[in-house]
T-cell receptor
Framework: GAVVSQHPSRVICKSGTSVKIECRSL??????MFWYRQFPKQSLMLMAT?????????EQGVEKDKFLINHASLTLSTLTVTSAHPEDSSFYIC??????????????FGPGTRLTVL | KQEVTQIPAALSVPEGENLVLNCSFT??????LQWFRQDPGKGLTSLLL?????REQTSGRLNASLDKSSGRSTLYIAASQPGDSATYLC???????????FGKGTRLSVIA
């Protein structure tokens, strides 16, 4: 299947700093990527849909000024957590959707980024 | 709005048993349905994708079925192994262009 990478895999930062997480589709182009958040022993919660060349679409309750998303190319989307606070500590996972004939819009997920804000 | 439910929330079985994980969804107008596996602290691994026009898909010891009319999907695991221990998630979009909606998962433990 298609491969999606995330970087970094783990980050620890002080409260008030900003953290950037990268999501890359390694062997395919993705016009649409998704960012999810997962708390311990919970399922994935969609944060936003990232569209190449346009603004991201945020889910209700997700602050767009706090979670900045940029999808500048067909293989890269970034999520920046601005002025991070301890309550932002979570597991962030991105996915990329394969489009085109015979792809059936299947989504492939990155390995996740563990963010800990002290 | 699509809602996905998985039962049971947790399951523990002895090695070698065949088992079934259940998934139900409220909106049957789905484009496809995916089953994923997640190991602790890791991302998601796609196991099977069933198109809306299909009734089942098989990969090795895994078989997933889809019944849109009843809003149900099952994941059958044959001859379970300790390495199958993980959380299994099912997810469905409403259409090809909407994000996946996830169930809360079934945490499977296969005891050697």
């Amino acid at each position: 299947g298609a491969v999606v990478s995330q970087h970094p895999s783990r980050v620890i930062c002080k409260s008030g700093t900003s953290v950037k997480i990268e999501c890359r589709s390694l062997d395919f182009q993705a016009t649409t990527m998704f960012w999810y958040r997962q708390f311990p022993k919970q399922s994935l919660m969609l944060m936003a849909t990232s569209n190449e060349g346009s603004k991201a679409t945020y889910e209700q309750g997700v602050e767009k000024d706090k979670f900045l998303i940029n999808h500048a190319s067909l293989t890269l989307s970034t999520l920046t957590v601005t002025s991070a606070h301890p309550e932002d500590s979570s597991f962030y996972i991105c996915s990329a959707r394969v489009t085109g004939a015979h792809s059936y819009n299947e989504q492939f997920f990155g390995p996740g980024t563990r963010l800990t804000v002290l | 709005k699509q809602e996905v439910t998985q039962i049971p929330a947790a399951l523990s079985v002895p090695e070698g048993e065949n088992l079934v994980l259940n998934c139900s969804f409220t909106d049957s107008a789905i484009y496809n349905l995916q089953w994923f596996r997640q190991d602790p602290g890791k991302g998601l691994t796609s196991l099977l994708l069933i198109q809306s026009s299909q009734r089942e898909q098989t990969s090795g010891r895994l078989n997933a079925s889809l019944d849109k009319s009843s809003g149900r999907s099952t994941l059958y695991i044959a001859a379970s192994q300790p390495g199958d221990s993980a959380t299994y998630l099912c997810a469905a979009p409403n259409s090809g262009n909407t994000p996946l909606v996830f169930g809360k998962g079934t945490r499977l433990s296969v005891i050697a």
